[in-house]
T-cell receptor
């Protein structure tokens, strides 16, 4: 596709369950970012991948959060033992250069 | 503590009015970006400013980067209903790979 895609678009899960969110970046984009956006707020940086370098995980809020990326393709964000405060929209962005991020539509996660 | 503060947080104006949104920080940034986000979608990049004092124009939108590279403003002339959305600024630090996003300004333009 032409843009960044994310799946699922919506996810409702019970507290304590694990969830996996997927991001397909734009082909050829070496950098990939995950952000969290709570309702009506700005974006909170979670993790950054650049090529084969070690990811910058400094934004992950707890050890329940992890992310993987295979080469320069798909990335998955995993949240273990979900809690209600994890409810938010999770956005993925990819870029060729740091200063031009292209965002996906996001996954809206609701933890009940 | 938010690194970038935006003001106002909410703005509702009539079509045809002018407005300015501010993005302020005590930190210095190597570049600063402005995005617009519509409900249910991801943010879309509007502009990147990289030089202190730089002014960029995009049709009715004027973006300015402060001389000290700590703040920025977005001015919209003759606002239209299509300008409605959440406006976000994002700063890139000299160290690290992170973009720090502002708190956002929710703009509603009433026809």
């Amino acid at each position: 596709g032409a843009g960044v895609s994310q799946s699922p678009s919506n996810k409702v899960t019970e507290k304590g369950k694990d969830v996996e969110l997927r991001c397909d970046p734009i082909s050829g984009h070496t950098a990939l970012y995950w952000y969290r956006q709570r309702l009506g707020q700005g974006l909170e940086f979670l993790i950054y991948f650049q090529g084969n370098s070690a990811p910058d995980k400094s934004g992950l809020p707890s050890d329940r959060f992890s992310a993987e990326r295979t080469g320069e393709s798909v990335s998955t964000l995993t949240i273990q033992r979900t809690q209600q405060e994890d409810s938010a929209v999770y956005l993925c962005a990819s870029s060729v250069r740091w200063s031009e991020q292209y965002f996906g539509p996001g996954t809206r996660l609701t933890v009940t | 503590t938010q690194l970038l503060e935006q003001s106002p947080q909410f703005l509702s104006i009539q079509e045809g009015e002018n407005l300015t949104v501010y993005c302020n920080s005590s930190s210095v940034f190597s570049s600063l970006q402005w995005y617009r986000q519509e409900p249910g979608e991801g943010p879309v990049l509007l502009v990147t400013v990289v030089t202190g004092g730089e002014v960029k124009k995009l049709k009715r939108l004027t973006f300015q980067f402060g001389d000290a590279r700590k703040d920025s403003s977005l001015h919209i002339t003759a606002a239209q209903p299509g300008d409605t959305g959440l406006y976000l600024c994002a700063g890139e630090r000299y160290t690290g790979n992170q973009f720090y996003f502002g708190t956002g300004t929710s703009l509603t333009v009433i026809p």
